[in-house]
């Protein structure tokens, strides 16, 4: 797939009314988040009012914003394979292939080391750490002892991982 746009509107409520009606707008600031096309129902937002919580929202719902289109398909194979299985091993000599191809971007390659390391991760450690490692990279980044260049390596982790998630149907 092509990138994802996310557009950010702000609507008076007072003015338009008919359309603060149709979307069930009762209170100040409502927050909603509109799947791409236009048959979607749209989903409240009810978190914090924090851009980190904010960000993790959108993230859960569009991916991250520093995803790699380029390592999709590796992505995707190594997701629907079977843990252990051969296709897991292509996928991941498919991310070193594409990393190989990035060395000469130099934050490209470095988001594309993180996802080999993930998918090493996940093949030695099992499905159930992808859902643990963001759990406790969430701990550690709201951590008052972590740096904030520490922070922003751990969020590049776990939104990495997040394309890890096994959509169930």
């Known amino acids: ?47 914090e009012r924090t851009a980190k919580d904010m960000q993790d929202f959108l993230e859960s719902k569009v991916g991250p914003a520093g ?7 590796a992505v995707d194979a190594f997701v629907n394979g079977k843990a252990g299985s051969k296709e897991r091993t292509a996928a991941i000599a498919k991310a070193e292939a594409v990393a190989k ?12 080391a993180v996802y080999i390391k993930v998918m090493n991760a996940i093949s030695s450690k099992g499905d159930e750490y992808v859902a643990k490692e963001i759990d406790r ?22 939104s990495t991982l997040r394309l890890f998630i096994k959509e169930e149907l």
Do not use: C, Q, W
Not at 101 to 110: P, R, T
Not at 142 to 155: H, L
């Open 101 to 112: 191809e990035l060395e000469g971007d130099a934050s490209k390659a470095v988001k594309a």
């Open 137 to 158: 990279l969430g701990r550690m980044i709201g951590s008052a002892s972590v740096t904030a260049d520490k922070a922003d390596g751990f969020k590049l982790k776990r």
């Open 1 to 47: 797939g092509a990138h994802v746009r996310l557009v950010l509107a702000k609507v008076n409520a007072d003015e338009e009314r008919a359309l603060a009606e149709r979307f069930g707008v009762e209170g100040f600031p409502t927050i909603k988040y509109f799947p791409e096309g236009a048959a979607s129902e749209p989903v409240d937002y009810e978190g």
């Open 67 to 73: 995803a790699l289109e380029e390592m999709k398909e």
